[in-house]
Structure formats: structure tokens, C-alpha cells
């Protein structure tokens, strides 16, 4: 693992040392026994990784724009005010999931009514499903199904471009469309769940924070960036080392993985100033929770967006946030635990 701050960004630059170029073991853990196919751009290095990525550059370039926004604070404001009516609402299921769900709809310009189905999967593709089934298996059949209806009847949508693409002057194949759209809806689903309610839960255990907030609102940009940096919602990610390779003095063998530890790096005291504080109004905070270098996280921009609307609806409409229940949520590995958010989290908002 390698851990501090300027060593990784220096690995995260260094493609040839550390290769992306390793279907399904990019992630850690690996992916071999939830997906068939390479997840595009993520999974390939330079130059095949900026061609494909100027593919879906588009569709996620869409959080900028302004009727993309525009949605995506009218979903957060609906799903606040629904919340203030109720008694109590579980953060996790009920309002980080919807909100994800429905903001993707919007960025990749797929009917509003889709996020049902994907709410329907729970909060990550691959580890929240029955016992019995498949995981990934829903997903496979979606992707292949909207690949279909795309390439039959083309819209302005994502699959309709997947299925319109080229890849230096030929048709995109079925399992490169397939590894874009696994990746879609892969890498951005527990990761944006997981931000909204860490924050949500930071503000029921510090009351005055959303106070600190609310007196000026130019704040909101720090603090989503500080959230993001203690919060890490991909608390690292893999390469693959080609040759024998030192890193930091321990030898890594041919085809062995390294990993870049975003939240690891995120927490140096060599680039941060009393790291283990929560400051909202930090700044500079050249934290990596997007990554760094060639593979900077696609989806960065959506997840601004997402995290900086919450930031202000809550200041505009939300008074106290309460705690009722709380259960960590805590991914059990053969080799480590690693806490991410929360299984559940139930709070009871109040109005201004």
C-alpha cells in the first residue's frame, strides 16, 4: 500500500510503473467473480485510455449544465421537504439512494422513471443483493437489454451513444459497451451513497456545523471539498506493476498489485494541516478523493454537484438534524475491515 500524500499522486502519474492495464483487479478487491467484462476507461492505460474516455466525456461533462442542475436541486429540495414531513427517515435507502439514482438518470439523459429500477438493486450492484443470487447478474441483464432497445431505436441517451460509437475508426464491440456502462453504474452508486449520508450523519452529531454554514454560504465550497477528503469514498484502488518494481522498499513481483490510498494520502500531515479535524472552511485541500492524474474520477463533477446542492438545501430549509439510530456499515475482507458510511441511519429532521 502505499500511503502518503506525494507518493501517491507521484504513483497515480506514473502509468508505465503502475499499470492499469489489469482487468477486474483494478478494484480491491478484485472483480473476477461479480463482472465478465473490462470496465472502460478505468481498466485500460494510456493512449487507449484517452481515446475511450473522450467516448463518455460528454455525458458526464453534462453536470454542468445549467438544466442539469437545475433537476438536480429540484430532486434534493423535493427530497428534503419530504423529509421534514415525516416523523423520521432511514438516510441510507430512503434518501442517499433516491437522490443517486435519479441525479444519474438526469446526467445520462435516460428517462426519469429508470431510477426506480436501479433503486430496486440496492446501494451497490454487486454486494447488496439476495441470498441465491447472482452478483452483477441484474446489472448484466439491464445493460444488455438497453444496449439493445439503443441500438434498435437510438436517442440522445448513453446506450444510444455506446452503440453509435467508434474506437479509432471502427464500431465499439458489445463488451466495450457493456465495460462503459458496468463502470457507470458501478463506480458511482455506493460512493455517492455513501458521501451523502456520512454528511448527513456528521450534521446530526455536530449541530452547529450546519450553523456555521448557514451564516455564510460561500463556505459551502470548502466544505464539500473537506468532505470529500474525510470522507474518501474510494478508499483506494490498484495497479499493476509490470516488472519487479520497489515501492517503498518492498518488492513487488512482476503482475503484483500495488495500492494507491486515496484515504490514506488524504490524511497526511505532510499535505494537511491537523488532518483528523474536520475543517469546513479549509482551504487549500488538495485532497485525492477524485484520484489523481491520467485516471482523475470521471464522475468528480456530478458528485460537486450533488454534494454542493445538498450543502445548500439543508442550509436553506433544515434547522436541526437528530439522531435516532445508527448502524456503521463495515465491508469484511480476508485481509482487513474497512468502515465506508452507514448500513442504516435514521435521523429526524427539523425546519429553520
Excluded at 437489454?145 to 475508426?169: H, I, K, V, W
Aim: proline residues 6%.
Amino acid at each position: 500500500m502505499i500511503l502518503r500524500h506525494a507518493d501517491v499522486r507521484s504513483a497515480a502519474k506514473d502509468w508505465k510503473t503502475f499499470s492499469s492495464d489489469a482487468p477486474f483487479r483494478i478494484p480491491i478487491p478484485s472483480e473476477e467473480d461479480v463482472r465478465t467484462v473490462r470496465q472502460l476507461p478505468i481498466e485500460v492505460d494510456p493512449p487507449d485510455h484517452t481515446d475511450y474516455r473522450k467516448i463518455v466525456d460528454p455525458f458526464f461533462k453534462r453536470a454542468k449544465d445549467p438544466q442539469v442542475i437545475s433537476k438536480v436541486e429540484g430532486l434534493i429540495g423535493r427530497l428534503i421537504d419530504e423529509a421534514l414531513e415525516m416523523d423520521s427517515i432511514e438516510v441510507v435507502r430512503e434518501f442517499a439512494l433516491p437522490i443517486q439514482s435519479h441525479a444519474l438518470t438526469y446526467l445520462l439523459n435516460v428517462p426519469e422513471a429508470e431510477a426506480q429500477t436501479w433503486i430496486a438493486w440496492g446501494t451497490h450492484v454487486f454486494r447488496d443483493v439476495g441470498a441465491g443470487e447472482k452478483k452483477g447478474a441484474a446489472l448484466d441483464e439491464y445493460l444488455n437489454r438497453c444496449l439493445d432497445e439503443a441500438a434498435a431505436d437510438p436517442g440522445e441517451d448513453l446506450f444510444s451513444a455506446l452503440s453509435r460509437a467508434t474506437f479509432r475508426g471502427r464500431q465499439l464491440t458489445r463488451e466495450e459497451m457493456l465495460g462503459f456502462a458496468n463502470l457507470t453504474f458501478a463506480g458511482g452508486r455506493d460512493t455517492v451513497i455513501n458521501t451523502i449520508a456520512s454528511i448527513i450523519g456528521y450534521f446530526a452529531h455536530n449541530p452547529k456545523a450546519l450553523e456555521f454554514l448557514r451564516e455564510d454560504p460561500k463556505r459551502i465550497v470548502n466544505a464539500g471539498e473537506e468532505f470529500f477528503r474525510t470522507i474518501s469514498p474510494l478508499t483506494h484502488i490498484g495497479r499493476v506493476c509490470p516488472v519487479t518494481t520497489d515501492v517503498q522498499g518492498f518488492s513487488v513481483k512482476p503482475g503484483g498489485r500495488a495500492s494507491l490510498c486515496w484515504a490514506s494520502a488524504n490524511y497526511d500531515e505532510a499535505a494537511f494541516d491537523a488532518p483528523q479535524e474536520i475543517r469546513l472552511d479549509r482551504k487549500p485541500n488538495p485532497h485525492l478523493a477524485f484520484g489523481s492524474g491520467t485516471h482523475l474520477c470521471l464522475g468528480a463533477a456530478h458528485a460537486r454537484l450533488i454534494t454542493r446542492t445538498l450543502l445548500a438545501k439543508l442550509c436553506d430549509r433544515v434547522g436541526v438534524i437528530t439522531l435516532v439510530e445508527a448502524e456503521e456499515l463495515v465491508e469484511h475482507e480476508a485481509e482487513y475491515d474497512r468502515p465506508v458510511g452507514f448500513h442504516s441511519l435514521r435521523i429526524q429532521m427539523s425546519p429553520i
